[in-house]
Nanobody
């Protein structure tokens, strides 16, 4: 069974930084794209950032210039470096992986809480 294990969430003051990690229990060659989403209380889950197998990245406008997504080229692990955090970044952050050789599917982590105090 595929598992995504996230870590790195926590409480930080506005202007601070955090780095999230997500380790997937699957072969790295089966991964097409890795993404981060977030969901604040009362809001819909929203896209934050993505990185493809080829290394192309994409970001939500709200985090451009502050967040950086990267991956370990040797392991099925994705990171989200979050700088200049704002209270509106407070949410549960979810790792998402689209993977599979013959029948690709979406996989989700359990989420990690990020709280930014003002």
């Amino acid at each position: 069974q595929v598992q995504l294990v996230e870590s790195g969430g926590g409480l930080v003051q506005a202007g601070g930084s955090l780095t999230l990690s997500c380790a997937a229990s699957m072969s790295i060659i089966s991964i097409h794209i890795m993404r981060w989403y977030r969901q604040a209380p009362g809001n819909r889950r929203e896209f934050v950032a993505s990185i493809t197998r080829g290394g192309s990245t994409n970001y939500a406008d709200s985090v451009k210039g502050r967040f950086t997504i990267s991956r370990d080229s040797a392991k099925p692990t994705v990171f989200l470096q979050m700088n200049s955090l704002k209270p509106e970044d407070t949410a549960v952050y979810y790792c998402n992986v689209y993977a599979g050789i013959s029948n690709p599917s979406d996989y989700w982590g359990q989420g990690t809480q990020v709280t930014v105090s003002s």
